[in-house]
Protein backbone atom coordinates (compact mmCIF):
# COMPACT_ATOMS: atom_id res chain seq x y z
CA UNK A 1 0.00 0.00 0.00
CA UNK A 2 1.07 3.54 -0.93
CA UNK A 3 2.47 5.54 1.88
CA UNK A 4 0.03 8.85 2.24
CA UNK A 5 0.39 10.95 5.16
CA UNK A 6 -0.67 13.65 3.05
CA UNK A 7 -1.53 16.47 4.86
CA UNK A 8 1.87 16.12 6.39
CA UNK A 9 3.29 16.49 2.94
CA UNK A 10 1.25 19.57 1.61
CA UNK A 11 0.95 22.02 4.25
CA UNK A 12 4.75 21.73 5.34
CA UNK A 13 7.67 21.79 3.69
CA UNK A 14 10.05 18.96 4.90
CA UNK A 15 12.11 19.60 7.30
CA UNK A 16 14.93 18.16 9.40
CA UNK A 17 16.90 16.46 6.31
CA UNK A 18 19.42 15.08 7.06
CA UNK A 19 23.42 15.50 5.70
CA UNK A 20 26.53 14.70 6.17
CA UNK A 21 29.25 17.74 6.64
CA UNK A 22 32.70 17.46 6.53
CA UNK A 23 34.52 16.07 9.73
CA UNK A 24 31.86 13.64 10.08
CA UNK A 25 28.82 15.95 11.82
CA UNK A 26 25.58 15.99 10.98
CA UNK A 27 23.52 18.89 9.14
CA UNK A 28 20.06 19.33 9.83
CA UNK A 29 18.29 21.39 8.04
CA UNK A 30 14.87 22.36 9.80
CA UNK A 31 12.62 25.27 7.37
CA UNK A 32 15.75 27.70 6.20
CA UNK A 33 17.80 27.72 9.29
CA UNK A 34 20.63 25.31 8.84
CA UNK A 35 22.41 23.95 12.59
CA UNK A 36 24.71 21.83 12.93
CA UNK A 37 25.31 19.16 15.57
CA UNK A 38 27.76 17.00 16.30
CA UNK A 39 28.51 13.75 15.39
CA UNK A 40 25.03 11.43 16.22
CA UNK A 41 26.96 9.38 19.01
CA UNK A 42 25.25 6.14 17.35
CA UNK A 43 23.09 4.44 15.15
CA UNK A 44 20.50 2.53 16.54
CA UNK A 45 20.58 -0.99 16.30
CA UNK A 46 18.44 -3.90 15.20
CA UNK A 47 14.68 -3.76 17.22
CA UNK A 48 15.13 -4.90 20.67
CA UNK A 49 12.90 -7.76 20.56
CA UNK A 50 9.35 -6.90 22.30
CA UNK A 51 9.98 -3.28 22.22
CA UNK A 52 6.40 -1.45 22.63
CA UNK A 53 4.57 0.51 24.34
CA UNK A 54 0.42 0.84 24.69
CA UNK A 55 -1.02 2.76 28.02
CA UNK A 56 -2.54 0.36 30.27
CA UNK A 57 -6.26 -0.28 29.56
CA UNK A 58 -8.40 -1.68 31.80
CA UNK A 59 -9.32 -5.08 30.20
CA UNK A 60 -13.08 -3.86 29.78
CA UNK A 61 -13.77 -2.68 25.87
CA UNK A 62 -17.34 -2.56 24.46
CA UNK A 63 -18.68 -2.48 21.12
CA UNK A 64 -17.16 0.23 17.96
CA UNK A 65 -17.21 -2.78 15.60
CA UNK A 66 -17.91 0.05 12.61
CA UNK A 67 -14.72 2.45 13.91
CA UNK A 68 -12.42 -0.88 14.92
CA UNK A 69 -12.95 -2.05 11.24
CA UNK A 70 -12.49 1.41 9.62
CA UNK A 71 -9.25 1.81 11.29
CA UNK A 72 -7.87 -1.82 10.59
CA UNK A 73 -8.57 -1.01 6.84
CA UNK A 74 -6.92 2.31 6.89
CA UNK A 75 -4.58 2.43 9.00
CA UNK A 76 -1.55 0.73 7.06
CA UNK A 77 1.31 2.44 6.62
CA UNK A 78 -0.17 6.24 6.50
CA UNK A 79 -1.72 8.42 8.97
CA UNK A 80 -5.13 8.53 9.85
CA UNK A 81 -7.38 10.98 12.81
CA UNK A 82 -9.82 9.15 14.98
CA UNK A 83 -11.33 12.54 16.43
CA UNK A 84 -14.41 13.24 18.47
CA UNK A 85 -15.24 14.90 22.01
CA UNK A 86 -13.52 14.81 24.68
CA UNK A 87 -14.59 11.68 26.95
CA UNK A 88 -15.90 9.90 24.28
CA UNK A 89 -13.75 7.06 23.78
CA UNK A 90 -11.30 7.74 21.15
CA UNK A 91 -8.24 6.60 23.60
CA UNK A 92 -9.87 3.52 24.57
CA UNK A 93 -10.45 2.59 20.82
CA UNK A 94 -6.80 3.30 19.11
CA UNK A 95 -5.69 1.46 22.12
CA UNK A 96 -8.03 -1.31 21.26
CA UNK A 97 -7.59 -1.55 17.55
CA UNK A 98 -3.40 -1.77 19.10
CA UNK A 99 -4.70 -4.42 20.97
CA UNK A 100 -5.99 -6.45 18.41
CA UNK A 101 -3.47 -5.87 15.88
CA UNK A 102 -0.32 -6.38 17.90
CA UNK A 103 1.01 -8.64 15.57
CA UNK A 104 1.16 -6.55 12.59
CA UNK A 105 2.83 -3.32 14.09
CA UNK A 106 6.57 -3.38 15.69
CA UNK A 107 6.85 -1.82 17.60
CA UNK A 108 3.48 -0.23 18.81
CA UNK A 109 4.92 3.08 19.96
CA UNK A 110 2.20 5.02 22.47
CA UNK A 111 3.39 8.80 22.58
CA UNK A 112 0.72 11.61 24.70
CA UNK A 113 0.87 14.30 22.11
CA UNK A 114 -1.07 16.93 23.81
CA UNK A 115 1.77 19.24 23.57
CA UNK A 116 4.67 19.93 21.05
CA UNK A 117 6.76 19.05 24.14
CA UNK A 118 4.70 16.07 24.82
CA UNK A 119 5.23 15.25 21.47
CA UNK A 120 9.04 15.16 21.37
CA UNK A 121 9.43 13.86 24.72
CA UNK A 122 7.58 10.86 23.66
CA UNK A 123 9.52 10.64 20.49
CA UNK A 124 12.88 11.09 22.55
CA UNK A 125 11.57 8.07 24.87
CA UNK A 126 11.24 5.97 21.49
CA UNK A 127 15.22 6.71 20.86
CA UNK A 128 16.14 5.61 24.47
CA UNK A 129 14.50 2.47 23.84
CA UNK A 130 16.01 1.88 20.34
CA UNK A 131 19.09 3.17 21.40
CA UNK A 132 19.68 3.81 25.13
CA UNK A 133 23.28 5.03 23.92
CA UNK A 134 22.41 8.36 22.17
CA UNK A 135 22.35 11.47 24.13
CA UNK A 136 19.11 13.45 24.81
CA UNK A 137 19.88 16.80 22.23
CA UNK A 138 19.52 13.61 19.69
CA UNK A 139 17.37 11.34 20.88
CA UNK A 140 13.98 13.47 18.48
CA UNK A 141 16.07 13.31 15.46
CA UNK A 142 17.54 9.71 16.02
CA UNK A 143 14.26 8.45 16.78
CA UNK A 144 12.24 10.42 13.34
CA UNK A 145 15.83 8.61 11.33
CA UNK A 146 14.72 5.23 12.69
CA UNK A 147 11.12 5.42 11.85
CA UNK A 148 12.46 7.02 8.04
CA UNK A 149 13.85 3.86 7.64
CA UNK A 150 11.08 1.50 8.82
CA UNK A 151 7.54 0.69 7.90
CA UNK A 152 6.31 -1.89 10.35
CA UNK A 153 5.64 0.68 13.08
CA UNK A 154 2.47 1.94 14.39
CA UNK A 155 2.98 5.88 16.12
CA UNK A 156 -0.15 6.71 17.67
CA UNK A 157 -0.06 10.31 19.06
CA UNK A 158 -2.92 11.09 21.45
CA UNK A 159 -4.37 13.63 22.06
CA UNK A 160 -3.46 16.07 20.02
CA UNK A 161 -3.69 20.02 20.15
CA UNK A 162 -1.36 21.08 17.56
CA UNK A 163 -1.68 19.52 13.70
CA UNK A 164 1.27 22.01 12.21
CA UNK A 165 4.03 20.29 15.32
CA UNK A 166 2.68 16.71 14.19
CA UNK A 167 3.05 18.00 10.80
CA UNK A 168 6.82 19.07 10.81
CA UNK A 169 7.93 16.58 13.09
CA UNK A 170 6.78 13.58 11.01
CA UNK A 171 7.05 14.76 7.31
CA UNK A 172 9.85 12.99 6.85
CA UNK A 173 8.53 10.06 8.07
CA UNK A 174 5.72 8.73 5.58
CA UNK A 175 6.88 4.91 5.94
CA UNK A 176 4.56 3.75 8.96
CA UNK A 177 1.39 4.11 9.77
CA UNK A 178 0.18 6.96 12.17
CA UNK A 179 -3.09 6.83 14.61
CA UNK A 180 -3.74 10.49 16.02
CA UNK A 181 -6.06 11.30 18.35
CA UNK A 182 -7.67 14.81 18.63
CA UNK A 183 -10.39 16.61 19.57
CA UNK A 184 -10.26 18.74 16.53
CA UNK A 185 -12.05 17.74 13.72
CA UNK A 186 -9.91 20.01 11.18
CA UNK A 187 -7.93 17.67 9.47
CA UNK A 188 -8.47 18.04 5.72
CA UNK A 189 -5.91 15.96 4.25
CA UNK A 190 -6.02 12.23 6.68
CA UNK A 191 -8.43 9.81 6.65
CA UNK A 192 -10.63 10.12 9.44
CA UNK A 193 -12.25 8.00 11.65
CA UNK A 194 -15.39 10.30 13.81
CA UNK A 195 -15.99 8.68 17.08
CA UNK A 196 -19.48 9.86 17.83
CA UNK A 197 -21.58 9.13 21.39
CA UNK A 198 -21.34 5.19 22.20
CA UNK A 199 -24.74 3.40 21.42
CA UNK A 200 -26.68 3.29 24.84
CA UNK A 201 -27.05 -0.18 25.07
CA UNK A 202 -23.02 -0.25 25.20
CA UNK A 203 -22.93 2.52 27.27
CA UNK A 204 -25.51 0.39 29.95
CA UNK A 205 -23.11 -2.95 29.12
CA UNK A 206 -19.58 -0.37 29.70
CA UNK A 207 -21.04 0.54 33.47
CA UNK A 208 -22.04 -3.77 34.13
CA UNK A 209 -18.84 -4.95 32.95
CA UNK A 210 -17.00 -2.74 35.30
CA UNK A 211 -18.82 -3.26 38.58
CA UNK A 212 -19.10 -6.87 37.99
CA UNK A 213 -15.32 -7.16 37.43
CA UNK A 214 -14.73 -5.87 40.72
CA UNK A 215 -18.11 -7.03 42.44
CA UNK A 216 -19.72 -10.01 41.02
CA UNK A 217 -22.58 -10.32 43.33
CA UNK A 218 -23.67 -6.32 42.47
CA UNK A 219 -27.40 -5.78 42.40
CA UNK A 220 -27.40 -4.04 39.19
CA UNK A 221 -31.05 -2.40 39.08
CA UNK A 222 -31.26 1.16 37.68
CA UNK A 223 -27.82 0.76 35.39
CA UNK A 224 -30.04 2.14 32.65
CA UNK A 225 -31.54 5.29 34.66
CA UNK A 226 -27.93 5.90 36.19
CA UNK A 227 -26.44 5.59 32.72
CA UNK A 228 -28.77 8.28 31.59
CA UNK A 229 -28.33 10.48 34.53
CA UNK A 230 -24.59 10.62 33.56
CA UNK A 231 -25.48 11.94 30.33
CA UNK A 232 -24.65 8.39 28.65
CA UNK A 233 -20.88 9.68 28.99
CA UNK A 234 -18.05 6.69 28.64
CA UNK A 235 -16.23 8.60 31.33
CA UNK A 236 -18.83 9.63 33.77
CA UNK A 237 -20.00 6.03 33.90
CA UNK A 238 -16.69 4.49 34.33
CA UNK A 239 -16.09 6.64 37.12
CA UNK A 240 -19.22 5.87 38.48
CA UNK A 241 -19.07 2.21 38.16
CA UNK A 242 -15.35 2.46 40.41
CA UNK A 243 -17.38 4.50 42.89
CA UNK A 244 -20.55 1.71 43.32
CA UNK A 245 -18.34 -1.44 43.26
CA UNK A 246 -15.25 0.50 46.05
CA UNK A 247 -18.72 1.19 48.41
CA UNK A 248 -21.05 -1.29 47.40
CA UNK A 249 -23.63 0.54 45.99
CA UNK A 250 -26.58 -0.92 43.80
CA UNK A 251 -26.77 2.06 41.47
CA UNK A 252 -30.41 3.05 41.91
CA UNK A 253 -28.88 4.20 45.22
CA UNK A 254 -26.30 6.23 43.57
CA UNK A 255 -29.01 7.91 41.32
CA UNK A 256 -31.07 8.67 44.01
CA UNK A 257 -28.39 10.89 45.42
CA UNK A 258 -27.62 12.46 41.97
CA UNK A 259 -31.33 13.43 41.97
CA UNK A 260 -31.18 14.78 45.50
CA UNK A 261 -27.54 16.91 44.79
CA UNK A 262 -27.29 17.12 40.44
CA UNK A 263 -23.84 17.87 39.60
CA UNK A 264 -22.85 15.80 42.24
CA UNK A 265 -19.90 13.56 41.76
CA UNK A 266 -18.45 11.39 44.56
CA UNK A 267 -15.70 12.26 45.92
CA UNK A 268 -12.40 10.89 44.41
CA UNK A 269 -9.62 12.39 46.44
CA UNK A 270 -9.32 10.43 49.79
CA UNK A 271 -8.44 12.53 51.95
CA UNK A 272 -12.26 14.36 51.66
CA UNK A 273 -13.31 12.71 54.70
CA UNK A 274 -10.64 13.65 57.09
CA UNK A 275 -10.56 17.30 55.62
CA UNK A 276 -14.36 18.02 56.48
CA UNK A 277 -13.86 16.38 59.75
CA UNK A 278 -11.37 18.86 60.65
CA UNK A 279 -13.53 21.65 59.03
CA UNK A 280 -16.31 20.32 61.30
CA UNK A 281 -14.05 20.49 64.57
CA UNK A 282 -13.25 23.74 64.11
CA UNK A 283 -15.98 25.76 62.85
CA UNK A 284 -18.04 27.11 65.63
CA UNK A 285 -20.95 28.09 63.03
CA UNK A 286 -23.82 25.67 63.39
CA UNK A 287 -25.28 26.50 59.73
CA UNK A 288 -21.29 25.43 58.14
CA UNK A 289 -21.38 22.32 60.61
CA UNK A 290 -24.38 21.57 59.02
CA UNK A 291 -23.45 22.13 55.67
CA UNK A 292 -20.37 19.86 56.06
CA UNK A 293 -22.74 17.02 58.05
CA UNK A 294 -24.62 17.26 54.25
CA UNK A 295 -21.12 16.79 52.15
CA UNK A 296 -19.75 14.09 54.38
CA UNK A 297 -23.29 12.41 53.65
CA UNK A 298 -22.86 12.93 50.06
CA UNK A 299 -19.40 11.34 49.68
CA UNK A 300 -21.46 8.54 50.58
CA UNK A 301 -18.60 6.33 51.35
CA UNK A 302 -18.27 4.55 53.96
CA UNK A 303 -15.15 6.40 55.34
CA UNK A 304 -17.95 9.20 55.76
CA UNK A 305 -20.59 7.01 57.47
CA UNK A 306 -18.33 6.14 60.34
CA UNK A 307 -17.33 9.92 60.24
CA UNK A 308 -20.86 10.80 60.67
CA UNK A 309 -21.23 8.29 63.46
CA UNK A 310 -18.19 9.62 65.61
CA UNK A 311 -19.17 13.44 64.86
CA UNK A 312 -19.57 15.43 68.11
CA UNK A 313 -22.77 17.28 67.53
CA UNK A 314 -23.09 20.99 69.54
CA UNK A 315 -26.64 21.57 69.06
CA UNK A 316 -29.97 19.41 68.32
CA UNK A 317 -30.06 20.53 65.21
CA UNK A 318 -26.65 18.82 64.79
CA UNK A 319 -27.99 15.62 65.61
CA UNK A 320 -30.84 15.51 63.74
CA UNK A 321 -29.04 16.40 60.19
CA UNK A 322 -26.47 13.79 61.49
CA UNK A 323 -29.20 11.41 61.70
CA UNK A 324 -30.84 12.10 58.63
CA UNK A 325 -27.71 11.84 56.66
CA UNK A 326 -27.26 8.16 58.22
CA UNK A 327 -30.04 7.60 56.61
CA UNK A 328 -29.61 9.14 53.38
N1 LIG B 1 -15.85 1.46 23.86
C1 LIG B 1 -15.39 1.53 25.12
N2 LIG B 1 -15.23 0.41 25.85
C2 LIG B 1 -14.76 0.48 27.10
N3 LIG B 1 -14.43 1.61 27.74
C3 LIG B 1 -14.57 2.75 27.07
C4 LIG B 1 -15.07 2.78 25.73
N4 LIG B 1 -15.13 4.06 25.31
C5 LIG B 1 -14.67 4.80 26.34
N5 LIG B 1 -14.35 4.02 27.39
C6 LIG B 1 -13.84 4.48 28.69
O1 LIG B 1 -14.35 5.78 28.93
C7 LIG B 1 -13.36 6.62 29.44
C8 LIG B 1 -13.13 7.80 28.51
O2 LIG B 1 -12.64 7.30 27.27
P1 LIG B 1 -11.33 7.88 26.55
O3 LIG B 1 -10.93 6.92 25.52
O4 LIG B 1 -10.31 8.29 27.57
O5 LIG B 1 -11.94 9.20 25.88
P2 LIG B 1 -11.25 10.26 24.93
O6 LIG B 1 -9.91 9.73 24.56
O7 LIG B 1 -12.18 10.39 23.78
O8 LIG B 1 -11.18 11.52 25.74
C9 LIG B 1 -12.12 5.78 29.65
O9 LIG B 1 -12.11 5.28 30.96
C10 LIG B 1 -12.33 4.63 28.67
O10 LIG B 1 -11.67 3.47 29.06
MG1 LIG C 1 -8.02 10.47 25.06
Not at 259 to 273: H, I, K, L, Y
Request: proline share 7%.
Amino acid sequence: MGCDVAGFDDRVPPVGQVGRASGGSHVIQAGGDVTIHGPLSAEPGPLPPGLGRVPVTSGVFVGREDELARLAAWADRTAVVVHGPAGVGKSALVARFAELHADRFAPVWWVTADSPDALDAGLAELALALAPHVTGTHRVETSLRWLAAHDDWLLVLDDVTDPDHVARRLARTRTGTVVITSRRHDWPDLRAVAVGALPRHDVVELLRRHVLRAWPEADLTGSRALCAALGWQPRAVVQAAAHLAQHHLAPRVHLARLERFPGWTPATSSDAVPRLVADFDASLDHEVRCRIIWELAKTGTTAAKEALRSLRPRYDIEQLAINEALEF
